[in-house]
Every structure is written in C-alpha cells, then in structure tokens.
C-alpha cells in the first residue's frame, strides 16, 4: 500500500539521524543512563520505493548501564528491498548482562506473589517486596548462625546474554505477503545469586540471600537449562502486511505467523519447538474529517506456545517476525506488571489502543507529532498448550506519543495493574 498523502508530504529525503537519551530510574536496576540512536536512509523522491517503504535503510544502536550492574547493548539493521529487488534483510544483535532478571516461576505456580517465609499472598507488588525484604536472624529459616538473612532477590537471577538473528525476507502479492527464513544464534550464562551478600536492605548494612525461586525451581526440575547454556535455532515465518507505515500505522492488517526449530543438530542446549500467531488492526477514524489528526484505534491479539525441553531463559521469549519481545509483562507486552511476570508453556495476550495524533509542527528542521493514548492490556500464562480465557490480569493507563520525522516514536506510557504502576519511556510503540 502507499505511505498516505498526508504522511508522505513530510517525507524526508536522504539520510538523517533521531535519538534520545535514556535516564531514569528502576526499582529492580537502579539509576540508569544511556542513548538511542536510529539513523535513516529514505532515499530520495525518485527512488520507485519512496512511496511504498518507511525507508530503504534504518540502523538502531542503543546502550544503557544502572547503577545496579546492569549493561544493554542492542544494534539493528533493518533493510527493505536490497537493491530495489524484492528481499529484506534484518540483522538484530545484542549484549546484556544483568544481576536482576525476573524469575517468578512457571505457568499457574508463578501467578501468585507468594512469600517464601511465611506462605502468606500480596495482591501489591510493593508489599510483597517488603516482605522479602525482611531479616531473618542467623539460625533460623535456614539462615547459618552468626548473620542475617534475607529473601530480596528471590525473584532474581544474574544472566549473561549475546545474541544474533539474521533473517530474510522475500516480498510476494506486491508487499503484502513475506515468507520469512532466519536462524539465531544465542549464548546464555545463568548465575544463581542464593547466598550472595545484598546491603542495605531492611536496616541492615549487609545481609546474605536465602534461596531463590529459580534455585527451588531447578532442585525441584521445574525449572530447565539452570547452567545455561547454547540457544539456537532456524526461524520460519510469514507475515501479511497491509499497513500504510509500518512505525506508525493509520489502517491496514498486520498477521504473523512465526516458528523457531531448536536443536542439538544446531549446537543448542536443548531441543523444543516455538509457534507464536499474532493479528493486529488499525483504522482512523477521522481519516475524512482532518489530514493533520488521526485518531487511530489499534488492537492485537497474540498466542504462543512452546513444545519440548525448553530452556528457562527460553520461556519468555515470544516470537515475532521482526524480532522477539520479552512476555508477559512490560512495555512490549503487558503494561503495569514486570518484566516477564507471568511466563509458561503457551501464553495469550490481548492489546487495545486509541491513539489520537492531533497536531503536527516543523521545528529547526524536524517534523514532529505529538499524540496521547490510551490503552489496555490483558494476557495469561498457561502450564501447557491450551486456551482458556478465565483468571486474565489486566493493565491499562495512558502515554504521551511523539512521532519524529515520521518514523521515529517516542512513548512515554503509564501503566497500572492490581499489582504495580510503572512509567515507560521507550522507542517505538508496543505494536
């Protein structure tokens, strides 16, 4: 489909660069700093594709750091119609290494926030870190004698995580379909931090950590790949794409279908299989009424499911064809729960947007968009392949949107759940 008249008019030509810093403040990583970067190549005028494509070339590169010890580097490349043929080409590589990734458990077991002390439940995430937070003096609770002790990383892990997927698509029906192969290479190193030194918690300069719920996990054999290991697998998707641009839709149908085959074969820990099926759709609905607003109603609905002995670190992972998105929980899937809060063997989600555009300005040289949204999120998590639309956990909230130069979106979204309120302030929109 053709990028709409009154997008296209603002259409930069030629090479440009958008950015942001990112400085902020987490409860699980501390203070952190960083930047986004995404540099653009749109071509000019002429070029047989300016019409059709959001641009010829996009290169994201960010990195943060926290206080916490937390380290993310991610670069992207992202190349529609190499050559003015019909392929794209998408590299997505990263780095991160983290003493604070989330492990709340698997499927039903994990939707509690239970405290390991006591057995008692919280409905708010804030008092249940409280309660891990508490001491437990030396000879007691299988505290060693002589000390204290505490439970406030039990939902955490220490993880080192490199990885790369390269992937090829071929457009077919004029753009509108793509069959898709790829193949990722990942290398995970897994650190259990059960008896670790954590200071100042609960008045106490330094206390040492009772055993994690990832630690209970794998004694138990719940839990799978506890010493990491190799994640690799080759990538089959194929995507029907009928979206007017891409980074920002107005109307259209976007429709994936993804798998992941890892094997033993591939140099891989384990071997499972990954499906993950997801539909989303976008209307304007003043699309007759102003050129300069859109009031767009957007909604997604995803399911996915796993097969096999599948690794841990593995389970959130869903798979889009893009690239993948850590779920159930944050920006990308279910805004208002943490990170990767609700996690199992098959997982739906369902997302609903409206999303109002309704100004536009040229400043220094630069078209800017500014919007609001609101929006609603809902998902679960299953222990196996199956469908059941009870006990769902809701988020919803509001966001700020800024759309620079067309194809770069800022949000900065609040989301709250019965758990927890937490602010976003990303690139890009969650679909």
Not at 206 to 232: K, M, S, V, Y
Request: include cysteine; hydrophobic fraction near 35%.
């Amino acid at each position: 489909p053709f990028i709409p008249d009154a997008l296209l008019k603002d259409k930069r030509e030629g090479r440009y660069t958008t950015g942001i810093p990112a400085v902020g403040w987490d409860a699980e990583e501390g203070f952190n700093v960083g930047a986004f970067l995404e540099l653009y190549d749109n071509g000019s005028k002429d070029d047989p594709f300016f019409r059709t494509t959001p641009y010829r070339r996009k290169i994201f590169v960010g990195g943060v750091v926290t206080t916490e010890k937390v380290f993310r580097l991610v670069g992207r490349l992202d190349w529609p119609n190499i050559a003015d043929s019909p392929y794209r080409f998408r590299i997505d590589a990263r780095f991160a290494k983290s003493r604070s990734r989330n492990y709340f458990g698997v499927g039903k077991d994990g939707e509690k926030l239970r405290s390991p002390l006591t057995g008692q439940t919280f409905r708010q995430f804030s008092d249940y870190q409280d309660d891990l937070d508490t001491l437990v003096p030396g000879g007691s609770a299988g505290c060693p004698p002589g000390g204290m002790c505490t439970y406030a990383r039990y939902n955490h892990y220490g993880e080192q995580d490199a990885t790369a997927i390269v992937s090829l698509e071929r457009d077919m029906l004029g753009g509108l379909l793509r069959p898709q192969l790829g193949f990722q290479v990942r290398w995970v190193g897994v650190q259990d931090l059960s008896g670790d030194r954590v200071d100042q918690v609960g008045g106490s300069a330094t206390a040492r950590e009772l055993p994690t719920r990832l630690f209970q996990d794998c004694q138990l054999g719940i839990a799978e790949g506890c010493g990491g290991g190799w994640d690799n697998f080759v990538k089959l998707g194929l995507t029907w794409d009928s979206r007017d641009f891409a980074p920002n839709p107005t109307k259209g149908i976007l429709a994936e279908a993804s798998s992941a085959l890892s094997a033993k074969a591939f140099g891989s820990l384990r071997g499972y299989q990954r499906f993950t099926f997801s539909g989303s759709a976008y209307r304007d609905l003043f699309e007759s009424l102003d050129t300069r607003q859109n009031l767009i109603a957007a909604g997604r609905f995803t399911y996915h499911m796993v097969f096999g002995d599948v690794p841990f670190f593995a389970l959130p992972k869903l798979g889009f064809n893009d690239y993948d998105r850590d779920g159930l929980g944050g920006f990308l899937t279910l805004r208002g729960l943490k990170n990767s809060r609700l996690v199992g063997r098959s997982d739906m989600l369902a997302n609903a947007e409206l999303r109002w555009f309704f100004t536009e300005w040229n400043l220094w040289g630069q078209h800017l968009r500014p919007g609001l949204a609101g929006f609603v999120d809902t998902g679960r998590a299953f222990d196996d392949v199956t469908v059941d639309f009870r006990g769902w956990r809701f988020g919803a909230g509001a966001g700020f949107r800024l759309a620079w130069n067309l194809a770069t979106l800022v949000s900065f979204d609040l989301g709250a759940s019965n758990e927890d309120t937490i602010f976003y302030m990303e690139l890009g929109t969650q679909f």
